[in-house]
């Protein structure tokens, strides 16, 4: 009992000590750049234990009250405020645990890398880790824009880290951008929030009154500035560029966990800081999330680039957990608190869901590409026989991210599509219209997302390897394998235990809607608002599933002819075919892309019909980026381009525009 | 009546002040314009001395010995050297011509007195009447750096500048704090020096002292 009270007290200290042991780590790793031994066996090791202790922080952290510390650094007058709540505990586990497994295969992925690079990553990684750490501590906005900034310069660093390749710096610095501009926005949504006090804290902002005007632009300025890191259309135009060109693990944190971050922010501004809420926030959020979701799914059916497909379909789950977001914001407003906390429920585990699964994939492609070098699906293929590991734990994060069942990427999409479906009439006629089909484009989006991983998987992993090198391709070693298995191991873990998972987050929940998830059934038996609606039993599914199976199994080998026959995969019966026979990534698409054409830029390259060497080449482009980044940057450069003919070079045309100045400011001053 | 006799003689060391500026402006000779600027600073130095001793603001003395060492002794000193070594005391022709400039001035003298108007009526300085006067000189110094292309003039141009800031404060407030006047001399001193050597390395780049050819480092 005396161990839970004095826990109590110093969960924040606990908290804070794991994000100083992470910035400890990243100087060693500065320190340590000799020793390449020590890094690779050492600094990464030792931060993945950090990453569990984070995690473990915040399992307590959920359940035991908000506490609070002020923090002596920072400027004078203006030291660092943290806080420890349920909202910050939850996103401190999935940091952490994500963290852990990705950790833990980075351990194993910067193995081959040179010291000198690879003391520097260890840096920025960990900068990187403790800048999102911080950033849900922070209990007042100049600490949160300091960490936010620490987390976006660190990630921009670990982007460039291949810096020699000028498409990679190209991408990095479009990364950058981006992330500024939400910077900037972000300020200013903490500027509006103070109400003209400057008060910074969070404290101080959650008891302030503003008016319904200024809460809407607080809160279309943080929709803005989060949106802008968490990737939501039409900014998310640097999440396909900075994924590929990030070595994986960092990848997968940027994709798993920084783009929470932004969710977080978000649930932060509007259920914390933010003392109303406005229904049209929530529609308009909606149809954002769903936009995004469709536009992201629709673009990862037709990359043909594993990282980059990746990206589009991270794109695609930020904008199914915007949606739900939005959904709930609507519920709120209606005052119908139990479906506000059911899809708040969903959104949640949704996030968390996704730091499993699409880190797992993340780190999977790292392995492929460490073993062939290769990141184009159109030269892979058939690498089940070659690397069964990364296949088969690869294969469990693809079922995830289906949404198929018993896994977890089911249980939230589940829970979010009930959500939608329960809906019992909202008092606007015009909501109770769109919700259907709100709710059928979250369908879309998860059974295009199915498609785009069948194409993945099947692509890397199945058929004949399309090059002759990939036979040669190495297994991913043994650290890889462990952060791959316990990146599973969760995604399986969060599937078939939904009931106690979300008991787990009721605390949050509870925070932010004032109302937990009524669960109806029991330890077995997932059933939201009432059982005799809509129940999921995952380990009774597992069980069937299996029963099935091992039947089939029996069936098939005993029973119905019981002979072991080998044959060329996919061959359907044709006699003469070659690996290139085979469906390609552009292939699989190619439905896709005729049906939504109208999105994209398609750009192709057919071969003449007697060339001796044909050569095909096609590229599906996003039209945004022509139709509203183009005349931005244009637009600026013109500008940029204007006021350049200011500067003449002669020194008294420089004194003049001071002399006119100076004049120009005296009259005025007069007045 | 003693403070009388030194508000007319304040009086009418602002009015020099002033028509050394147009002076300055109208001034071809580089060594000339050197001449002219110790001047300025001897009648400021002056000035000041008188201020201090009819108010009995004694740290004003040290302002006033201050700018004579500075102003009316070094730096003086310093340029007719640079102009020997550098041989460069021609007539040199101003950008705009030199009526031109004169019009201009006199515009500016009007708008810096009816600026100051209402600034001295705040004022309860006994010089506050040459407020206008030491904002005329600085804006009138402006001018002159507008209107020369060579390097030197144009340094001395700043130096008036701040002779003019100098006057302006001790007109309105009886003078800065030392502590900031000491600095702000300070200043100024490094100026010179860092403004001295850029000269001889404009000199050494580009065969002239014109400033005109520092159009070149534009960036294309």
Known sequence: MSVLADLDAHILDLAWAGVLYWLALGFSALLLQRWRGALVHLVFPLSALGGLFIAAVGVAGLVLPASAMVLPIGLPDLPFHLRLDALSAFFLVLLGSAAFGITVYAAGYFHSMKAGPLALVGLWYHLFLAGMATVMLADDAYAFMVAWEVMALSSYFLVTTDHDVPEIRRAGFLYLLVAHVGAVSLLLTFGVLQGGHGAYTFDYMRHSEITPFWASAAYLLALFGFGAKAGLVPLHVWLPEAHPAAPSPVSALMSGVMLKTAVYGLLRVTFDLLDLRIGWWGTLTLALGLVTALYGVIFAAVQSDMKRLLAWSSIENIGILIAAFGLTLIFYTEGKGALAALSLTAMLYHAINHAFFKSLLFIGTGSVLHATGERRMGRLGGLIRFMPWTAWLTLIGALAIAGLPPLNGFVSEWLLLQAFLLTPGLTQPYLNMVIPVAAASVALAAALAAYVMVKYFGVIFLGRPRDPALEHAREANWPERLGMLWLAAGCVALGLFPAQVIAWIAPVVRQLTGQALANDGNWLLLAPLAAERASYAPLIFLAVVLVVLLFTFIWVRRVYHGRVRHADPWDCGYPEQNARTQDSAEGFGQPIRHIFVSFMRVERETPDPFDRHPHYRGDSRDKLWLLLYKPIADLVGWLSAQAGRLQHGRIQWYLTYSFVTLIVLLVFVSR | ?220
């Open chain 2, 1 to 220: 009546m003693a403070l009388n006799y030194h508000l007319q003689i304040v009086n009418l060391l602002a009015a020099l002040l002033l028509l050394i500026s147009f002076a300055m402006l109208s001034q071809r000779r580089v060594a000339g314009l050197v001449t002219l600027f110790a001047w300025q600073g001897a009648a400021l130095a002056l000035s000041t001395a008188i201020v201090a001793w009819s108010t009995g603001q004694h740290h004003l003395y040290y302002s006033a010995a201050l700018t004579l060492g500075l102003k009316v002794i070094a730096m003086p000193w310093y340029f007719y050297r640079l102009i020997r070594k550098l041989n460069v005391n021609r007539v040199v022709e101003p950008m705009i011509n030199i009526p031109t400039t004169m019009l201009i001035g006199i515009v500016l003298v009007i708008f810096a007195f009816n600026l100051a108007l209402p600034i001295s009526q705040m004022s309860g300085t006994v010089m506050r009447s040459t407020l206008g006067i030491a904002l005329a000189c600085v804006l009138l110094a402006l001018l002159m750096m507008i209107t020369r292309t060579k390097a030197i003039p144009q340094v001395i141009g700043f130096l008036a500048m701040e002779n003019g800031l100098f006057f302006a404060a001790t007109s309105a407030t009886y003078g800065m704090p030392l502590v900031v006047e000491l600095g702000v001399a300070l200043d100024v001193l490094v100026g010179v020096f860092v403004l001295g050597i850029f000269i001889f390395q404009i000199r050494e780049t580009f065969d002239s002292l014109d400033l005109k050819h520092m159009e070149k480092l534009k960036e294309k």
